[in-house]
């Protein structure tokens, strides 16, 4: 049974601080929208989907903490707490999409009472949060088709149930192909600098059996090189028009190489991470974390002090090293800004 990465009770958001996996195995409670757009911020929740959903129930939250009597100053202040949870992690555009489905609820509940306002936008948030894991099941049936029995599948970041409602993107389709009976391996990724691959991916193939190695990021080319890879699939942050992908840090790297070895490279991501009004990858916000994600690795400096540093999140796999984008609503092939209009 794959793990709980959120769940809303009592009015409170219950979010499984990531940054305590593996070690511990901890709930972190939120009681209103501002707690949950910090867990978003410092990324104790992360991946796209996930930010998205906890978003939705920080507007349940913006409702239901508040006193006010004025309906007008009631919706005024949800849409304030929807701008501020937009800009917690500017790359994911399932976090701008849940939070486009809980204001279009909003503008048409707007004429009810506040009583009524709170519950309704609690039902929302909770029919996205039930949704996403049907979604990623039918992604991951889907996908499936694409792996071969004993395929040896490299992948990069986190993209498993907590990254989600549960089940997962890529990590989904890896769990289906398992589930299935396909004897897959996997190759994951570290993912420097926040070790999304070492920590969480790790942990949910070994809860889940699923038989893997650990590498660090600059040991992909060395395997690939060696056919020792069938495929790489990863999960994305924005899917763009024409098909462009923003995703984890070190993505591109792994598409070119993908390319130069003659291997497929896949996408797989909910139609809630594709922006067909983002026309290209130049045209995505590419978030910049802190300089101490880089000079630190678990509360250890291990670069001087005093220094300057880059440290942008994700990077834009151009369409052309995409080999498909697995939805769904099934596999899409290029010409993807044909074929993902088609689609949305
Ligand atoms: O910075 P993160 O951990 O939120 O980045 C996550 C990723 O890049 C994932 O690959 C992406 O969100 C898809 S998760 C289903």
Same mark, same amino acid.
């Given at each position: 049974?794959?793990?709980? =990465?959120? *769940?809303?009770?009592?009015? =409170?958001?219950?979010?499984? @601080?990531?940054?305590?996996? $593996? ?9 209103d929208w501002q ?23 920080g507007i349940a939250l913006a409702a239901e903490t508040q006193e006010a009597r004025d309906k007008r100053r009631f919706l005024d202040q949800i849409r304030k707490a929807a701008g501020e949870l937009k ?12 939070l486009?489905?809980m204001l279009d609820h909003l503008a048409?509940i707007k004429d009810q009472d506040i #009583?009524?306002i709170k519950?309704?936008l ?9 949704? @996403? ?6 992604? &991951? ?13 490299? =992948?990069?970041? #986190?993209?498993? &149930? ?6 997962? !993107? ?22 420097? $600098? ?6 969480? =991916? &790790? ?5 889940? #059996?699923?038989? *893997?190695?650990?590498?660090? @990021?600059?040991?992909?080319?060395? *395997? ?16 763009? %028009? #024409?098909?462009? !992908? ?18 497929? *490279?896949?996408?797989?991501? /909910?139609?809630?991470?594709? @922006?067909?009004?983002?026309? !290209? ?30 440290? $942008? %999140?994700?990077?834009? !796999? ?16 290029? /010409? ?9």
């Amino acid at each position: 049974m794959p793990v709980k =990465t959120l *769940f809303y009770r009592n009015h =409170t958001l219950y979010v499984l @601080d990531q940054l305590q996996l $593996p070690q511990r195995k901890k709930y972190i409670a939120c009681r209103d929208w501002q707690q949950v757009a910090q867990v978003i911020k410092k990324m104790n929740i992360r991946g796209a989907p996930a930010i998205g959903l906890a978003a939705a129930f920080g507007i349940a939250l913006a409702a239901e903490t508040q006193e006010a009597r004025d309906k007008r100053r009631f919706l005024d202040q949800i849409r304030k707490a929807a701008g501020e949870l937009k800009a917690t992690r500017p790359t994911a555009t399932n976090l701008i999409w849940a939070l486009r489905q809980m204001l279009d609820h909003l503008a048409k509940i707007k004429d009810q009472d506040i #009583n009524s306002i709170k519950v309704l936008l609690e039902k929302k948030a909770q029919q996205i949060w039930h949704e @996403d894991v049907l979604i990623n099941k039918k992604l &991951a049936v889907h996908g499936e088709k694409l792996i071969h029995r004993k395929d040896r599948i490299l =992948t990069h970041c #986190n993209t498993g &149930a907590l990254a989600t409602a549960g089940y997962g !993107t890529a990590l989904g389709v890896v769990r289906e192909a398992h589930k299935r009976g396909k004897q897959v391996s996997v190759l994951v990724d570290e993912t420097r $600098p926040y070790l999304q691959g070492a920590r969480l =991916t &790790a942990w949910e193939l070994k809860e889940e #059996n699923i038989p *893997f190695h650990l590498i660090s @990021d600059n040991m992909a080319g060395h *395997f690939i090189s060696r056919g020792e890879v069938d495929c790489i699939i990863t999960g994305a942050d924005c899917v763009t %028009a #024409n098909g462009d !992908t923003a995703n984890k840090i070190g993505t591109y790297i792994l598409a070119v190489l993908a390319k130069e070895n003659k291997i497929p *490279f896949y996408i797989a991501a /909910p139609l809630s991470t594709i @922006d067909t009004h983002i026309k !290209t990858g130049s045209d995505i916000t590419i978030e910049e974390r802190p300089a101490d994600e880089i000079t630190m690795i678990a509360g250890i400096r291990i670069a001087p002090e005093g220094i300057k540093v880059k440290n $942008p %999140a994700f990077d834009i !796999t151009p369409h052309k090293y995409i080999t498909a984008i697995i939805t769904e609503k099934g596999i899409v092939k290029k /010409p993807y800004l044909k074929n993902l209009k088609k689609l949305k």
